[in-house]
């Protein structure tokens, strides 16, 4: 056989979602151009969270460096066209960490296969591997500005494997999650599409990884009316609520997303110029690192507009109960990144009201 295939379901849980595509990109059924990857380390089964936007794979070692180093690795690493040219924001690293032993049973294989579940079933194979160490302090140091390691997020890097495996990816099929929410997981795509039907000329997208409250309402209904006011005359909200681990305080998702319905079903937004739809990420609660991530996922389906809260992906320190990052540097960090290329920014934060709904 080409492949070295080891029972990697004793060690990894790998949820691949094929949430980033663009036709014609791969010539597969499913156009996939990226991966949506989420790996649990058995027996402890933390979630280890791998995402991106169209690239290869995991990252290897040269981009793991450049991308914590500097947030922007070579547009070499990406697919889609948006992204050729230079150098890109990438704020986070695609990575797979493996224990000692996995590492010493693969290192001589030139592909290797990522199976699921008690039946094993396979769902990728990783071709070209390159091992390099997993410098996890500073990888945490520098993605998360902190070292404590009450943080949900760092705890689950600090509790994973000592390698780091980088390489391509070939996936075979889309998956599913099989929790009654599989319609609301939209691609980029088939998020492209649904904005076309709807005769969309602007699209503004909106992520929440909690209930919608007030605030976020007000926002939301804002900014189509500043859109108009521009000259736009049918922009369209993205209502992308997170959908990929969240600590265990947050709200579930299953909650949420009946919540959000009830918001549509109560006219708090239109849900003629409203499509609902799964982000599959991960919160990795890393700010304004973060934040640059989630701006520039919404950019692969189509939006040309991202609006910024208060202390976005934030948590108090676990230690210390203050903020871990400045309210107002997601909003400045988007501001300077150039994300959203050929647009106006609308300043969100000028907006200020009592109103309350239930």
């Not at 990575?95 to 000692?100: D, G």
């Not at 959000?260 to 609902?276: C, M, R, Y």
């Amino acid at each position: 056989s080409p492949y070295c295939i080891p029972s990697l379901a004793q060690v990894l849980y790998v949820y691949l979602f094929f949430f980033f595509h663009h036709v014609g990109a791969f010539p597969s059924p499913f156009c996939s151009w990226g991966y949506f990857i989420q790996i649990f380390v058995h027996p402890l089964c933390h979630p280890l969270v791998c995402h991106t936007t169209n690239v290869h794979g995991f990252c290897e070692v040269y981009f793991f460096v450049v991308i914590i180093l500097t947030l922007c690795p070579s547009s070499e690493w990406f697919l889609f066209p948006v992204f050729q040219g230079g150098t890109v924001n990438q704020s986070v690293p695609i990575v797979l960490p493996i224990t000692e032993g996995d590492k010493e049973r693969l290192e001589n294989c030139s592909s290797f296969l990522l199976t699921y579940g008690e039946d094993d079933s396979p769902v990728a194979i990783l071709s070209a591997p390159e091992f390099f160490p997993h410098n996890k302090e500073e990888r945490v140091c520098r993605q998360w500005g902190t070292s404590t390691r009450e943080h949900p997020y760092v705890k689950m890097v600090m509790a994973s494997g000592d390698w780091l495996v980088g390489g391509d990816l070939k996936v075979f099929e889309r998956i599913r999650w099989g929790d009654g929410l599989d319609s609301f997981r939209l691609t980029p795509n088939e998020l492209r599409k649904e904005f076309s039907r709807r005769g969309a000329d602007a699209i503004f997208a909106f992520q929440l990884r909690n209930p919608i409250h007030n605030g976020h309402a007000i926002l939301m209904t804002e900014t189509r009316k500043r859109l108009e006011e521009k000259g736009f005359n049918h922009p369209v909200l993205l209502l992308h609520p997170l959908g990929g681990w969240t600590k265990a305080d947050d709200v579930p998702l299953d909650v949420r997303m009946k919540q959000h319905q009830a918001v549509l079903e109560d006219g708090v937004l239109d849900p003629s110029n409203t499509v609902l739809a799964i982000f599959p990420s991960p919160m990795m609660y890393a700010g304004p690192t973060e934040v640059q991530w989630h701006a520039k996922a919404r950019i692969a389906c189509g939006a040309q507009f991202y609006i910024v809260g208060r202390d976005p992906a934030g948590m108090p320190n676990p230690e210390t109960g203050k903020d871990l990052y400045d309210a107002t540097h997601g909003r400045k960090v988007i501001s300077v990144f150039n994300f959203l290329p050929g647009t106006v920014g609308v300043d969100f934060y000028t907006l200020k009201s009592r109103r309350v709904f239930v």
